[in-house]
């Protein structure tokens, strides 16, 4: 079974550009989450997604920062425009059920903004 | 809201050497499950607690869900370089959200 998948691995963009981060679920898992590492504040929870609709977007940290889930298998978080505090490791999860459920991770994608 | 904290923030042991990590809950939980995350990876489920003071092994891993529900333990038995990560608890309040505690980073001195 594939575990859930993110793209890219590591990201490197100047301040100022637009940086997508793209997630497949595990199929057949219907609750998704964005989730941002870093060592000063740890694991964050930034949106989750149950069946594609987004039901908790509090943690996401400003209007630069936006999360779509266009289908079952795929969702993207984008960051527009990007500053050197959004450096950290993204990582997407998903579980199947509610959010309360068992969480797997993907590899995470490391994100550097110079 | 609910808040998960953890301690410690580090653990540095010699292998063979015991480890405990505790997780403490701003309000009672639902359930609590236990993540290792090794370094340069990602979180990986270990287990899940639901009853009142229950206990559970894994191997040289022991977990514990408080009487109150309301704080866990995990404790290694005899580190292994292998146990090297940082460990999360994550717990939830039956918001059907998880809230993740802030981890333990185990560094094992071979």
């Known amino acids: 079974d594939a575990g859930v998948i993110q793209s890219p691995r590591h990201e490197v963009t100047e301040m100022g550009q637009e940086v997508t981060l793209r997630c497949k679920p595990i199929?057949?898992?219907?609750?998704l989450f964005w989730y941002r590492q870093t060592m000063m504040r740890g694991l964050e929870l930034l949106i989750y997604f149950n069946n594609n609709v987004p039901i908790d977007d509090s943690g996401m940290p400003e209007d630069r920062f936006s999360a779509k889930m266009p289908n079952a298998s795929f969702s993207t978080l984008k960051i527009q425009p990007s500053e050197p505090r959004d450096s950290a490791v993204y990582f997407c999860?998903?579980?199947?059920?509610?959010?309360?459920?068992?969480?797997?991770f993907g590899s995470g994608t490391q994100l550097s903004v110079l | 809201g609910q808040q998960v904290m953890q301690i410690p923030q580090y653990q540095h042991v010699q292998e063979g050497e015991d480890f405990t990590t505790y997780c403490n809950s701003s309000t009672t939980l639902s359930n609590i499950q236990w993540y290792k995350q090794r370094p340069g990876g990602h979180p990986v489920f270990l287990i899940q607690?639901?009853?009142?003071?229950e206990v559970k092994k894994q191997k040289r891993l022991t977990f514990q869900f408080g009487e109150a529900k309301k704080n866990s333990s995990l404790h290694i038995t005899a580190t292994q370089t292998t146990d090297v990560g940082t460990y999360f608890c994550a717990g939830d309040n039956a918001g059907n959200m998880l809230t993740f505690g802030g981890g333990t980073r185990l560094m094992v001195k071979p």
């Open positions: 607690l639901v009853k009142s003071g």
């Open positions: 999860a998903s579980s199947h059920g509610t959010g309360a459920e068992k969480l797997f």
């Open positions: 199929s057949g898992h219907n609750s």
